[in-house]
């Protein structure tokens, strides 16, 4: 059993080393971010609630999230164990998540402001399965096609710039407080995530292989 909380600022590669562990571990990536636009895609009535939120950058509320999270958890992908990928983002998330089970390692990549504003505004994804690029870092082999299946690779709605710079002040305010809430619990560890993708991916690896599991 194996539980991790890929944790950061908003575009500091949280579902590209996700998606890299999800493999290199056989455990689902569970994210509340990809949970939610797909949610808007679908037109259920959850993306009804969320939508606005997602538009602005603001979080969503509390409750709906956290049971968002436990049903997702609940289903038999993750009886090994997960990624967590944007959650907890809140105090009142990191509470209910405390109630919920033990998590062995949070893996807080750490990265300076204007690197993540870049990374945002160049980020594409894949439309089909979330397949993370980037038009400068990670560039896909042909423009606007995902290596791994084919599919359209898309900007996403928040990733303009305003939005971004809004997404990271809530950040501030609302999740950075959580590192000092793992710390106390004593089971965060900080990754360079200046580093490229290969060099942030090996320092988790090094972390997690020290948990002995
Ligand atoms: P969410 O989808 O979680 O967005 P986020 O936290 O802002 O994180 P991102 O997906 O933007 O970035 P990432 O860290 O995964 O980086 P990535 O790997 O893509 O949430 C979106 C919205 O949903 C929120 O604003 C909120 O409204 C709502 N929401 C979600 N969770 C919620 C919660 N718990 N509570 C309430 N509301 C919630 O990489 C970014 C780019 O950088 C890519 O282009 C990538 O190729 C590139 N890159 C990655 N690593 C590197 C590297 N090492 N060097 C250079 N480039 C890199």
Redesign the pocket.
């Known amino acids: 059993m194996l539980k991790l909380i890929i944790f950061?600022?908003?575009?500091?590669?949280?579902?590209?080393?996700?998606q890299r562990l999800s493999k290199e571990y056989g455990l689902p990536q569970v994210?509340?971010?990809?949970l939610?636009?797909e949610a808007v895609a679908k037109q259920t009535p959850l993306g009804a609630k969320?939508k606005s939120?997602?538009d602005t950058?603001?979080?969503?509320p509390?409750d709906l999230?956290v049971q968002l999270i436990k049903d997702r958890v609940s289903k038999p992908d993750c009886s090994k164990g997960y990624l967590l990928?944007?959650?907890?983002?809140?105090m009142g998330?990191a509470k209910e998540l405390d109630k919920m089970t033990d998590i062995d390692l949070v893996l807080n990549?750490v990265v300076d402001l204007e690197s993540l504003v870049e990374?945002?505004v160049?980020?594409?994804?894949c439309k089909k399965c979330n397949a993370?690029?980037?038009v400068t870092?990670?560039p896909p082999k042909k423009t606007g096609v995902c290596d791994k299946c084919g599919g359209e690779l898309i900007q996403?709605d928040?990733?303009k710039e305003a939005t971004v710079r809004n997404?990271l002040k809530?950040?501030q305010e609302q999740t950075a407080p959580l590192i000092e809430h793992f710390r106390k619990k004593g089971n965060i560890v900080d990754i360079d995530?200046s580093?490229?993708?290969d060099?942030?991916y090996s320092q988790m690896m090094g972390a997690i292989k020290k948990l002995d599991k």
């Open positions: 950061g600022p908003p575009s500091a590669g949280k579902g590209t080393q996700a994210s509340t971010g990809d939610l636009r969320i939120y997602l950058g603001k979080l969503g509390d999230i990928d944007g959650f907890p983002r809140t998330q990549i990374r945002a160049g980020r594409r994804i993370v690029y980037n870092s990670n996403r928040d990733d997404r809530v950040y995530g580093k490229g993708i060099g942030v």
